[in-house]
């Protein structure tokens, strides 16, 4: 995981070997945000991040809840939190007070020290990058397109949460 676009792509150019081939996606993710960094949260291997933590992410925004018995964050949450507190939630069985799905244990948390690697448009459509060769001696060539990963549940537990923070 990098937080953004440039580390990826240098990542693979360091890991490139004659024949490899990398795919670069976007993957959508809770970002709690500081003024030192940020932490990301996502599920990963799933084409539809976090939607164990909703009632039913395809309900509109005013019909939308947290599924309370998988995820109770809202009261882990306050405008004042720090990153450490947002981060020891996770850990607490009080907010995640049962044995979460088989998907959900694919949690993936991200510190970034770097504040402005959060994407705040929540209603982008997600990329992937496909690289080619062109030689040994040049950089990777990428191609642009959309992955068929969801960021609906994520959208719509990062407004659930937000409605929540006074």
């Not at 994407?119 to 062109?134: F, N, V, Y």
Request: with cysteine.
């Amino acid at each position: 995981m990098h937080d953004t676009l440039a580390t990826a792509k240098a990542r693979a150019e360091e890991l490139r070997e004659r024949g490899s081939v990398f795919t670069i996606r976007e993957q959508p993710a809770l970002a709690f945000r500081s003024t030192v960094g940020a932490v990301l949260v996502t599920e990963i291997n799933t084409q539809t991040p976090l939607a164990s933590w909703t009632k039913d992410y395809r309900r509109e925004k005013a019909d939308f809840r947290l599924n309370q018995q998988i995820c109770r964050l809202e009261p882990a949450l306050s405008a004042n939190k720090s990153i450490k507190s947002i981060i020891d939630a996770f850990r607490d069985p009080n907010v995640f007070p049962r044995v979460l799905p088989y998907r959900s244990k694919n949690l993936f948390l991200l510190a970034s020290l770097n504040p402005s690697a959060v994407i705040e448009d929540r209603h982008i459509r997600l990329k992937q990058w496909q690289s080619t060769s062109a030689g040994a001696d040049y950089f990777l060539n990428w191609s642009e397109g959309f992955t068929k990963i969801s960021g609906k549940a994520v959208r719509r537990v990062a407004d659930a949460l937000d409605a929540s923070i006074v």
